[in-house]
């Protein structure tokens, strides 16, 4: 290796690199790891640390363990030192261990098993990311096959009423950490969620995204002391964001924010934010509870109501209200979710504080809004209102190209035919719009949209 590493160093690196390029993965880091400094920083390229194969083909084509000492050589020294840049492994079962419990792996996302024993497999897996199609797939999770897991995190595309549900009264005593998000509404929380959950009676960590369709009653600080805290006595971290929704049925008393802030009181280790509104155009009521700081990634169905805060991590926002939203309410939108990426807006009522472009004096108290980081807006359900607050550069000044989910119709209305100055500036921020192919695209059209495509479609 000396005597090679001489005539390879009078080579460039790009010619170096393309030598290596010709080799398998594992082959460069065994052969290159360690000689000089100058070989490691060309071997720790992610093109030769994406994806390992820690298999040898035999000569029928199945995979082999690889030899001993050089599997020794790379759980000890060069897994170790490559395992943050590892995407893909490869592995054959009888090393399986040794690969994966040599190190950490941080970013690996996928991993290919030869040669798989099942108890092997069941025995190594403490910690498991899934997402699954239905809570069916869940419970078969669950049925006692790993044994082993600790820690399960399951995003779930959606709880249905009319799945088939396994009956496993099967305790988990060695689950220790367990997340459920689910964004679709569920009516079978009392029935499916609660009777997992209390399969985990060695539970320590707890996080829930829900959202929940009940007849009578709202889910509250009450509920979740009776049905979660009460029976899982060694949870020391609960982390919830649930939604549940509730049908007016003319019910005598209906229970207010204040009422369900007081059912906290006994959480003495989380501030817990509540919103309670009702909505008598759709007959419904919804409460929103949630462990703050707010962790999601979403943020749905935010009215008049919306109790402030600052919320870093979400990045798509959708508004829902049976009164007007103010332009102040948009600010105080902006201010609260800085790095706000899709906003939706769901209002038919008309804003009641009108604003006159032309008058200075009347709009000297007005603060421009602005979404740094805002790519796009549906607003195929607001009044042209909402339209106006996006487009009227005296409202919002948009600084990045945006994607206006509206109707032709509506950009019609509020541009005054596309002549009206005090939308252009931000109509020519659009990235595209889509109109039907019997309207005319004329060169004032153009004009109004200088840098926005125009798509024409068949309606």
């Given at each position: 290796?000396?005597?090679?590493?001489?005539?390879?160093?009078?080579?460039?690196?790009?010619?170096?690199?393309?030598?290596?390029?010709?080799?398998?993965?594992?082959?460069v880091l065994y052969s290159?790891?360690?000689?000089?400094?100058?070989?490691?920083?060309?071997?720790?390229?992610?093109?030769?640390?994406?994806?390992?194969?820690?298999?040898?083909?035999?000569?029928?084509?199945?995979?082999?363990?690889?030899?001993?000492?050089?599997?020794?050589?790379?759980?000890?020294?060069?897994?170790?030192?490559?395992?943050?840049k590892i995407k893909w492994l490869d592995i054959e079962s009888s090393s399986m261990e040794d690969v994966l419990l040599c190190t950490s792996y941080p970013n690996l996302c996928g991993l290919g098993l030869y040669n798989i024993e099942k108890d092997i497999a069941l025995r190594i897996f403490t910690e498991l990311h899934v997402k699954l199609g239905n809570f069916t797939d869940c419970l078969y999770l669950l049925d006692g096959r790993f044994d082993s897991l600790q820690k399960l995190f399951v995003d779930i595309h959606r709880i249905l009423s009319s799945q088939i549900i396994i009956d496993n009264k099967k305790q988990l005593p060695n689950l220790k950490l367990f997340s459920l998000y689910s964004e679709l509404d569920t009516d079978k929380y009392n029935e499916l969620i609660m009777p997992l959950l209390h399969r985990m009676i060695n539970l320590e960590e707890l996080d829930l995204h829900l959202v929940v369709y009940r007849e009578k009653r709202f889910i509250d600080g009450y509920d979740l002391k009776?049905?979660?805290?009460?029976?899982?006595?060694?949870?020391?971290?609960?982390?919830?964001?649930?939604?549940?929704?509730?049908?007016?049925?003319?019910?005598?008393?209906?229970?207010?924010?204040?009422?369900?802030?007081?059912?906290?009181?006994?959480?003495?280790n989380n501030k817990i934010i509540s919103c309670i509104d009702y909505f008598p155009d759709r007959k419904e009521g919804q409460c929103h509870i949630y462990s703050y700081p707010y962790q999601a990634k979403y943020y749905e169905y935010i009215t008049n109501n919306f109790p402030d805060g600052l919320f870093k991590y979400v990045r798509e926002v959708s508004l829902y209200d049976e009164h007007p939203f103010e332009h102040e309410f948009f600010v105080k939108i902006a201010k609260s979710f800085p790095f706000m990426e899709?906003?939706?807006?769901?209002?038919?009522?008309?804003?009641?504080?009108?604003?006159?472009?032309?008058?200075?004096?009347?709009n000297r108290h007005l603060s421009v809004i602005q979404y740094p980081y805002l790519s796009v807006v549906d607003l195929f359900h607001a009044h042209d209102d909402y339209v106006e607050q996006f487009l009227l550069d005296i409202k919002t000044c948009l600084t990045t190209k945006l994607d206006l989910q509206v109707y032709f119709s509506t950009l019609d209305r509020v541009t005054n035919n596309f002549t009206r100055d005090a939308t252009r500036i931000n109509c020519g921020k659009l990235l595209d719009i889509h109109v039907p192919r019997k309207i005319l695209i004329s060169n004032q059209l153009k004009d109004y949209f200088s840098d926005t495509k125009i798509y024409c479609l068949n309606l």
């Open positions: 290796m000396e005597r090679l590493s001489v005539k390879l160093n009078d080579l460039s690196d790009e010619i170096l690199l393309l030598i290596f390029k010709k080799l398998d993965n594992t082959e290159f790891i360690g000689v000089n400094k100058r070989f490691n920083k060309l071997v720790h390229d992610s093109i030769f640390t994406n994806h390992l194969t820690m298999t040898r083909c035999s000569s029928n084509g199945s995979f082999d363990r690889l030899d001993n000492q050089i599997l020794d050589r790379f759980c000890s020294q060069i897994l170790p030192s490559v395992h943050h009776y049905n979660i805290i009460n029976n899982l006595l060694r949870l020391n971290k609960f982390v919830f964001n649930i939604r549940s929704r509730l049908p007016l049925n003319d019910q005598v008393y209906l229970s207010s924010n204040e009422d369900c802030q007081l059912s906290f009181n006994d959480f003495k899709q906003l939706t807006v769901n209002n038919e009522k008309p804003q009641k504080n009108k604003f006159d472009e032309q008058s200075k004096d009347d």
